[in-house]
């Protein structure tokens, strides 16, 4: 199997990125700096090597002297910023390609299949393999465990296939990115690029630019011709995340261009066709941003082929335990440890609101990996998630059916801060039954034996 060594400063990106070249068929190590990136070439010798032009502790371009000559190893730089001189140094310097971030996903599996050994058989396996019911569990880059998810794995098994239009909604941190790329990876375009840009990261009066490109001397400091993300993108994937930010008027300009397939470059006149597909998402409620005039209602319409609501972790509790797991694993694998969870702990993590969804719930893994020693105990967690004890409900035995009812009621509507319509949602019954549990007299416990 073939090894390799993913060397950022972003934990976070870092960790996607290892779990990306992992699901291609590689061991990987990763390193946040220069001197973990050499400590892990002394014991290992990787098939590749994807490190960040720019660390803590010095350019990622020195780790090409710390190769021994005659390795073997490839080596991928990665850079944000547009530094073409660095990357065609580096390219002298031994480096096999470079990539800029966000990374063009495709253009990645593409230089990973390139490596020998990986046994792809080409012939063998077709763009985009069928996913069956027995891989409830997983999908993609998704994990769950159920019932809401379960319902989502049925919606991107159908829409995948398909060229619609998806508007993915949901709170941050539920995922969408995940979503969005998993549909990529199961379409007929998974060898094409996926492009994802944040339509709310970047400057109004840099999107024009950066979604449809620009010509030479269109504009000041426009020195050469710049393609956009759609000629980009094409025969792949676009992914407009918070496309609710855009801004309205270049809205219409996307409407055009989804609608006939044609892009002009800034300063152009000459339309290039484009076979882009477009996943956007927004965690905003699209209609209340239609109503606000943050968005075009035809724009809306023409993104939401086909519409998913993600859910949030709070309505997702039996996909925690599993998620927080998977996590821990990774981050066991990485640093060589056999850390475990202590039940306690994994009591308080169900018991959280988790309002960061599966990002709060990622970080707060890896904070309780550097505390713990070997086991994770309650007090490795975040101060908000141990204190979550409180929102577990003690019941003595003999208690009646209604009486727990009634003290279940009681906690819920304390932990939402009194309002009914989210605790009966966070209960499972109807607003009208809420009531109905709340206008019966209350039961008393028994007494506790002595």
């Known amino acids: 199997m073939p090894h390799a060594l993913a060397v950022d400063d972003d934990p976070n990106f870092l960790s996607a990125l290892a779990e990306l070249i992992e699901?291609?068929?590689?061991?990987?190590?990763?390193?946040?700096?220069?001197?973990?990136?050499?400590?892990?070439?002394?014991?290992?010798?990787?098939?590749?090597?994807?490190?960040d032009l720019y660390l803590p502790d010095g350019n990622g371009i020195e780790l090409l002297k710390s190769l021994?000559?005659?390795?073997?190893?490839?080596?991928?730089?990665?850079?944000?910023?547009?530094?073409?001189?660095?990357?065609?140094?580096?390219?002298?310097?031994?480096?096999?390609?470079?990539?800029?971030?966000?990374?063009?996903?495709?253009?990645?599996?593409?230089?990973?299949?390139?490596?020998?050994g990986l046994g792809h058989d080409e012939e063998q396996a077709p763009e985009t393999a069928p996913v069956s019911q027995e891989e409830v569990g997983r999908l993609g880059l998704l994990l769950w465990a159920s019932?809401?998810?379960?319902?989502?794995?049925?919606?991107?098994?159908?829409?995948?296939?398909?060229?619609?239009?998806?508007?993915l909604i949901g709170e941050s941190g539920t995922g969408k990115d995940l979503a969005a790329q998993t549909i990529h990876?199961?379409?007929?375009?998974?060898?094409?690029?996926?492009?994802?840009?944040?339509?709310?990261?970047?400057?109004?009066?840099?999107?024009?630019?950066?979604?449809?490109?620009?010509?030479?001397?269109?504009?000041?400091?426009?020195?050469?011709?710049?393609?956009?993300?759609?000629?980009?993108?094409?025969?792949g994937t676009l992914f407009l995340d918070e496309v609710t930010e855009m801004p309205i008027e270049l809205q219409v300009k996307l409407l055009r261009v989804l609608e006939t397939g044609l892009v002009t470059r800034i300063g152009g006149d000459t339309a290039v066709e484009v076979d882009v597909r477009v996943i956007a998402a927004t965690n905003r409620d699209p209609?209340?941003?239609?109503?606000?005039?943050?968005?075009?209602?035809?724009?809306?319409?023409?993104?939401?082929?086909?519409?998913?609501?993600?859910?949030?972790?709070?309505?997702?509790?039996?996909?925690?335990?599993?998620?927080?797991?998977?996590?821990?694993?990774?981050l066991n694998e990485r640093q060589g440890a056999h850390k475990e969870w202590t039940e306690e702990a994994l009591a308080r993590m169900r018991a959280h609101a988790w309002p960061g969804n599966v990002r709060e719930l990622k970080n707060v893994v890896h904070r309780a990996f550097?505390?713990?020693?070997?086991?994770?105990?309650?007090?490795?967690?975040?101060?908000?998630?141990?204190?979550?004890?409180?929102?577990?409900?003690?019941?003595?035995?003999?208690?009646?059916?209604?009486?727990?009812?009634?003290?279940?009621i009681a906690a819920t509507l304390e932990s939402t801060g009194g309002d009914k319509r989210k605790a009966a949602e966070q209960l499972g019954i109807s607003l009208k039954t809420l009531y109905n549990h709340l206008n019966r007299p209350e039961e008393e416990e028994p007494e506790t034996a002595h």
């Open 287 to 330: 209609h209340k941003a239609v109503e606000e005039g943050k968005m075009r209602e035809d724009l809306l319409y023409r993104l939401q082929v086909f519409p998913i609501q993600m859910p949030p972790l709070r309505e997702r509790e039996d996909d925690i335990p599993l998620l927080a797991h998977f996590f821990l694993e990774q």
């Open 370 to 408: 550097i505390m713990a020693d070997d086991e994770i105990l309650p007090r490795c967690l975040p101060r908000e998630v141990e204190a979550s004890s409180a929102r577990l409900l003690n019941v003595r035995v003999g208690t009646s059916i209604d009486a727990m009812k009634a003290r279940l």
């Open 185 to 235: 990876l199961l379409s007929h375009r998974s060898k094409a690029p996926f492009l994802p840009l944040n339509c709310g990261a970047v400057s109004p009066t840099l999107i024009e630019s950066e979604l449809f490109g620009h010509e030479s001397g269109s504009f000041t400091g426009a020195e050469r011709r710049h393609k956009g993300y759609f000629e980009r993108a094409h025969k």
């Open 23 to 51: 699901g291609q068929g590689f061991t990987t190590v990763t390193a946040g700096t220069l001197r973990d990136a050499r400590s892990l070439l002394g014991h290992r010798t990787p098939d590749l090597a994807l490190v």
């Open 68 to 116: 021994e000559p005659g390795a073997a190893t490839k080596v991928v730089m990665m850079t944000g910023h547009a530094d073409v001189e660095t990357a065609v140094q580096a390219l002298r310097l031994g480096a096999s390609d470079y990539l800029t971030k966000p990374l063009d996903i495709g253009r990645l599996k593409t230089l990973l299949a390139e490596l020998p």
């Open 147 to 167: 019932a809401p998810m379960q319902a989502l794995y049925g919606m991107l098994n159908r829409v995948s296939p398909t060229d619609a239009s998806v508007l």
